[in-house]
C-alpha cells in the first residue's frame, strides 16, 4: 500500500493534498515552533470532549526524510521498529508483530505503573499497523485498536512527516482514545490514584497569574503520554549506526535524559531503576518469556 506509486492514483493525489496541508500548518505553527517553553521546536496541543481525549505534537527533526520515513514507514522493517521504539516509553511492557493476511498487528501490554510488572497483570492492546498513504516527501501510518484499559477504545497513534530540507523533516504525531460513561468512570479512579497530583503541559492559568496553572485529569494524562511517545520517536531516530551494541542503552539513555526536561510532568522512576527496568523488558520481548 505504501508503494504503490501510479497504481493508486486516488491515494497518491489524496498524499499529495495532505503533504501541502502539513507544509502549510509548518508555516502557520513557525512563531510557536521558534519560541515556546520546551527549548525544541515543537508545539503540543490537546482537545478534551464528552467522549474522546487526543494529544498532538508537531516538531522539526534534525533528521532527513529519508530516516524518517525508512524507520516507521518500510514495510519490512516499520513494524518491528514500532514495537522497539514504543517499547521506550515506561509504561509499555511488552510488544510483538504478527503478520497475516489483513496485513501486521502489534500486541502491545501497557502497565498503570510505571516500574517492572508481570505481564499477566496488564492491559493488552492489539493495534493494525497500517501505512496510510505516501508520496514523495510525505508519509502518514496508523495504529488502531478497539479497544484498550480501564473501558477505554478506539486507540490511535497516527504520525506523519513531510520533507523541509534535505536534513531537516516536519513531524506530525497524533495520541487519541475514546470512552463511555463507564470508561470514564474507570479514568476517574486512575486519575485519583496512579494520576493523583499529576500535570500535562498546557498552561491553563490567567494570563495575569504570576506562576503557571497546567492542566490537569484526561487531558494532562494524554498529554504527558503524547511527549512520551513523540521522545521515543526522537530516541529511535537518534541511533549511532557505528556502535550497534550499545544501541539500546544508548537509546534509553537518550529518552531518560531528554524526559527529565520535563521532571514536574514526566518524572517518575530515577534513571537506573529506568535503564535496568527496560533492558530486562527487552530482553523479555526478544525472548518471548
Same mark, same amino acid.
Given at each position: 500500500?505504501?508503494?504503490?506509486?501510479?497504481?493508486?492514483?486516488?491515494?497518491?493525489?489524496?498524499?499529495?493534498?495532505?503533504?501541502?496541508?502539513?507544509?502549510?500548518?509548518?508555516?502557520?505553527?513557525?512563531?510557536?515552533?521558534?519560541?515556546?517553553?520546551?527549548?525544541?521546536?515543537?508545539?503540543?496541543?490537546?482537545?478534551?470532549?464528552?467522549?474522546?481525549?487526543?494529544?498532538?505534537?508537531?516538531?522539526?527533526?534534525?533528521?532527513?526524510?529519508?530516516?524518517?520515513?525508512?524507520?516507521?514507514?518500510?514495510?519490512?522493517?516499520?513494524?518491528?521498529?514500532?514495537?522497539?521504539?514504543?517499547?521506550?516509553?515506561?509504561?509499555?511492557?511488552?510488544?510483538?508483530?504478527?503478520?497475516?493476511?489483513?496485513?501486521?498487528?502489534?500486541?502491545?501490554?501497557?502497565?498503570?505503573?510505571?516500574?517492572?510488572?508481570?505481564?499477566?497483570?496488564?492491559?493488552?492492546?492489539?493495534?493494525?499497523?497500517?501505512?496510510?498513504?505516501?508520496?514523495?516527501?510525505?508519509?502518514?501510518?496508523?495504529?488502531?485498536?478497539?479497544?484498550?484499559?480501564?473501558?477505554?477504545?478506539?486507540?490511535?497513534?497516527?504520525?506523519?512527516?513531510?520533507?523541509?530540507?534535505?536534513?531537516?523533516?516536519?513531524?506530525?504525531?497524533?495520541?487519541?482514545?475514546?470512552?463511555?460513561?463507564?470508561?470514564?468512570?474507570?479514568?476517574?479512579?486512575?486519575?485519583?490514584?496512579?494520576?493523583?497530583?499529576?500535570?500535562?503541559?498546557?498552561?491553563?492559568?490567567?494570563?495575569?497569574?504570576?506562576?503557571?496553572?497546567?492542566?490537569?485529569?484526561?487531558?494532562?494524562?494524554?498529554?504527558?503520554?503524547?511527549?512520551?511517545?513523540?521522545?521515543?520517536?526522537?530516541?529511535?531516530?537518534?541511533?549511532?549506526?557505528?556502535?550497534?551494541?550499545?544501541?539500546?542503552?544508548? /537509546?534509553?539513555?537518550?529518552?531518560?535524559?531528554?524526559? $527529565? !526536561? @520535563? &521532571? #514536574? %510532568?514526566?518524572?517518575?522512576?530515577? /534513571?537506573?531503576?529506568?535503564?535496568?527496568?527496560?533492558? $530486562? !523488558? @527487552? &530482553? #523479555? %520481548?526478544?525472548?518471548?518469556?
Amino acid at each position: 500500500m505504501a508503494s504503490c506509486g501510479v497504481l493508486c492514483p486516488g491515494l497518491s493525489a489524496q498524499a499529495s493534498d495532505d503533504a501541502t496541508r502539513l507544509r502549510v500548518i509548518y508555516q502557520n505553527l513557525q512563531p510557536r515552533l521558534d519560541h515556546n517553553s520546551f527549548h525544541r521546536r515543537l508545539y503540543l496541543d490537546s482537545q478534551e470532549s464528552p467522549s474522546t481525549v487526543t494529544g498532538e505534537i508537531y516538531a522539526v527533526m534534525d533528521y532527513p526524510f529519508s530516516t524518517v520515513s525508512d524507520a516507521f514507514n518500510d514495510s519490512s522493517r516499520a513494524p518491528t521498529n514500532w514495537c522497539d521504539m514504543l517499547m521506550l516509553h515506561p509504561n509499555i511492557k511488552y510488544c510483538h508483530v504478527t503478520g497475516g493476511s489483513k496485513g501486521n498487528t502489534l500486541t502491545v501490554n501497557v502497565s498503570q505503573r510505571e516500574a517492572a510488572e508481570d505481564l499477566a497483570s496488564t492491559y493488552l492492546l492489539q493495534f493494525d499497523y497500517a501505512p496510510a498513504a505516501t508520496s514523495p516527501g510525505y508519509f502518514r501510518v496508523k495504529l488502531h485498536a478497539d479497544s484498550g484499559p480501564l473501558n477505554t477504545r478506539d486507540y490511535q497513534i497516527v504520525l506523519e512527516a513531510v520533507s523541509l530540507s534535505r536534513d531537516r523533516t516536519f513531524l506530525h504525531l497524533t495520541y487519541a482514545y475514546s470512552y463511555g460513561a463507564i470508561g470514564r468512570l474507570a479514568m476517574k479512579g486512575y486519575l485519583a490514584t496512579f494520576g493523583s497530583g499529576k500535570v500535562g503541559f498546557t498552561n491553563i492559568a490567567d494570563s495575569s497569574g504570576a506562576q503557571p496553572e497546567y492542566v490537569a485529569g484526561v487531558r494532562g494524562l494524554v498529554e504527558r503520554n503524547t511527549m512520551r511517545y513523540y521522545l521515543a520517536i526522537d530516541a529511535w531516530l537518534d541511533d549511532p549506526p557505528s556502535r550497534p551494541d550499545t544501541r539500546l542503552e544508548q /537509546r534509553l539513555s537518550n529518552w531518560f535524559g531528554a524526559s $527529565e !526536561e @520535563y &521532571r #514536574r %510532568q514526566l518524572h517518575e522512576i530515577d /534513571r537506573q531503576e529506568y535503564m535496568q527496568m527496560k533492558q $530486562e !523488558e @527487552y &530482553r #523479555r %520481548q526478544q525472548t518471548g518469556e
